[in-house]
């Protein structure tokens, strides 16, 4: 697979302007090496809204699902430094979704990504991922793109988190397709055609889905932060 791991993190929030310099400075020089230093996490990637709003959306690779219910991780959520205190009330409208890779072909870094949270219709879940995996390759050689990630979400069986406790509660999605590219226009026209909300509902996806493009603003693995 083209993702670290068998497993991902997938997150997405808003940040307001007024604490992006300081969000960002704390996600990159604190916590992405707290996070990076637990093991099982890969590679962590942060990207933020292309079109300049408040949108994050943040990616770990992981070596498998077991990692978000590890004592090392839940060690780290529930024990938070006083500057992920402070920050963590400003994670609005906060989508956390622990994740299994079903298919993966490609980059997973890349300048661009869009992200869909959707779900399978009733009866057409294993339809949809076949339809999925099976056009990603043609996806991941087109101009302008680089790879395509497809993951689906399982809830871990712990308790709720002194972080999801400071913000006051997270949402999940359900099924995440994450395409990455170094053109946007190429990303949009996917968006509005083939993962359009007709489009995927013709492969056996539920109406509905939430699209997202982001621009690249930071990835690292272990070694790059030690």
Request: net charge negative; aromatic share 6%; with cysteine.
């Amino acid at each position: 697979m083209s993702v670290l791991g068998q497993a991902c993190l997938a997150m997405w929030w808003d940040m307001a302007p007024e604490m992006r310099v300081e969000f960002e400075h704390w996600h990159s020089h604190e916590h992405f090496p707290e996070r990076l230093a637990i093991p099982g996490f890969l590679r962590a990637t942060r990207w933020t809204s292309a079109d300049g709003g408040e949108g994050v959306f943040v990616m770990y690779e992981l070596t498998e699902h077991a990692v978000v219910s590890s004592p090392g991780y839940l060690a780290s959520l529930n024990a938070p430094s006083p500057w992920s205190t402070k920050l963590m009330p400003h994670h609005r409208h906060m989508v956390r979704t622990q994740c299994h890779v079903l298919a993966s072909r490609g980059a997973s870094v890349a300048r661009q990504a869009l992200t869909l949270r959707l779900s399978p219709s009733d009866g057409q879940a294993d339809a949809l991922r076949a339809a999925l995996a099976a056009r990603m390759a043609d996806w991941v050689g087109r101009p302008g793109l680089a790879g395509a990630h497809l993951l689906r979400h399982e809830t871990p069986a712990i308790a709720q988190t002194t972080e999801q406790k400071i913000r006051g509660g997270d949402r999940a999605a359900d099924w995440v397709l994450v395409v990455c590219g170094y053109e946007a226009a190429a990303l949009d026209a996917l968006a509005t055609a083939e993962l359009s909300e007709a489009g995927l509902t013709a492969l056996g996806a539920a109406p509905g889905p939430v699209h997202g493009r982001f621009a690249l603003s930071l990835s690292a693995t272990p070694t790059d932060i030690r």
